[in-house]
């Protein structure tokens, strides 16, 4: 998105990691759906799709937690649709790299965006870590994509 996502931009040549766990699950979705499953939630890390509704009958309740502060309650959103794709909390310092200056970025901490479909929401999040705040520009009102967390380091 926007020219801050490059698979290319790693040192020493391909990373596509940025892309692949929001477009492996959301793949996995699609073969539920496919084989008729309507409701269900897949995951991996910090990154998740959702559809229909839970157990209990009513919409998947999602807690997301703030990247920096544990004693915060987390943000609890309930969904039927869509997915929530986050970058920065693998624990990798570095794995985002900012495809304008070859070096890691280190504006933000975490980002987290919501949106129809994972594998872009997981692209926006990546993106957004790599430009830091002025990514947060690209979420408009009308925007289909949110940012949840777009934290700063300190």
Do not use: N
Request: glycine letters at 14%; hydrophobic letters at 45%; zero cysteines.
């Amino acid at each position: 998105p926007h020219g801050w996502f490059d698979a290319w931009a790693v040192p020493g040549g391909f990373d596509p990691g940025g892309l692949l766990g929001g477009w492996a699950v959301e793949r996995a979705a699609a073969r539920l759906r496919a084989a008729g499953v309507s409701d269900y939630a897949v995951l991996t890390g910090a990154d998740l799709v959702v559809r229909g509704t839970a157990a209990h009958g009513g919409p998947w309740r999602v807690a997301v937690h703030h990247p920096t502060d544990s004693r915060r309650a987390p943000l609890v959103l309930e969904m039927t649709a869509g997915a929530i794709g986050t970058s920065g909390v693998t624990g990798r310092q570095g794995h985002v790299v900012d495809p304008r200056t070859g070096e890691p970025a280190d504006q933000l901490v975490a980002a987290t965006v919501v949106g129809p479909d994972l594998a872009v929401a997981d692209a926006y999040a990546t993106a957004l870590y790599a430009a830091g705040p002025t990514g947060l520009a690209w979420f408009r009102a009308d925007s289909e994509y949110r940012a949840l967390f777009a934290h700063r380091r300190r």
